[in-house]
């Protein structure tokens, strides 16, 4: 009968195999637990129009804005939520109606929507975003832009159901 030493190194390392295989023996995933939702930004809802459409494309193009959907505590993807874009950019002002629409997240959460670039309005470049469906807290994002030049915009949401 052989002898197996335990030492702490080999029961840490053990141990951690047992936590990341699972009763399974399988590896899983390590998922974000405990994330906190995204709060309301100040400013975000400014010349926000509820139910704006979903379109393929805001106007003319050339500017991305992204970004992902999780959902808040254990950070999973949230596929098909709607999520509003809406800017000041150099065919519209963020009033105007033809600067706003609406795109949906694919199956890892992600979202991406062309539209004209973005430019300064009140001294920054900036868009808005809105999460404003029922079945999670709606939140609005106002995102700065580094520089005016940039041609594209990132911003993620982390939604707390409703």
């Given at each position: ?7 702490r ?24 637990q405990g ?21 393929e494309?805001i106007g003319?193009?050339?500017f ?17 939520q ?10 519209g002002?963020?009033?105007d ?5 609406a795109?949906?997240?694919d199956?890892?959460g ?21 999460y ?16 005016a ?7 993620h ?6």
């Open positions: 009968m052989k002898n197996t030493l335990f030492t190194r080999t029961l840490l390392a053990t141990g951690g195999a047992a936590l990341t295989t699972g009763a399974s023996g399988m590896l899983v995933p390590a998922r974000a994330l906190a939702p995204t709060p309301t930004m100040r400013g975000g809802a400014n010349n926000y129009r509820p139910g704006a459409p979903i379109v494309r003319g193009g050339g991305w804005m992204t970004g992902t959907v999780r959902r808040a505590g254990d950070g999973a993807p949230l596929p098909g709607r999520i509003q874009i809406w800017a000041h950019t150099t065919e002002h963020e009033r109606p033809q600067s706003h629409g795109t949906l997240t199956a890892n992600e979202f991406r929507l062309e539209m004209p670039q973005i430019v300064p309005a009140f001294g920054q470049p900036h868009g808005h975003l809105a404003d469906d029922d079945a999670f807290e709606t939140v609005f994002l106002r995102p700065i832009m580094p520089s030049s940039d041609t594209s915009l990132s911003a949401f982390v939604l707390q159901p409703a």
